[in-house]
């Protein structure tokens, strides 16, 4: 049995599994870009957000 007829087996064989493994990986790649470009905005604008700021203007009860 080859790799192609084991994905067709598993995955394309029932249309409900296909449009199941196609929304859990758009969601699973939803996540992960979204996790990236937080990450990648933050190093950029380090220093410059109103959570690094914060402790400057806001006093403490």
């Known amino acids: 049995m080859t790799i192609t007829n084991s ?6 064989r029932r249309n409900y599994v296909f449009v199941g493994a196609v929304f859990a990986s758009a969601f ?3 996540m992960g870009f ?10 950029l604008n380090k220093g ?3 959570k690094d700021i914060r402790h400057r203007y ?4």
């Open 7 to 12: 994905i067709y087996n598993v995955l394309f």
């Open 28 to 30: 699973a790649f939803e």
């Open 34 to 43: 979204d996790t990236i470009s937080d990450k990648v905005w933050d190093n």
């Open 48 to 50: 410059r957000q109103w």
């Open 58 to 61: 806001v006093e403490e009860e």
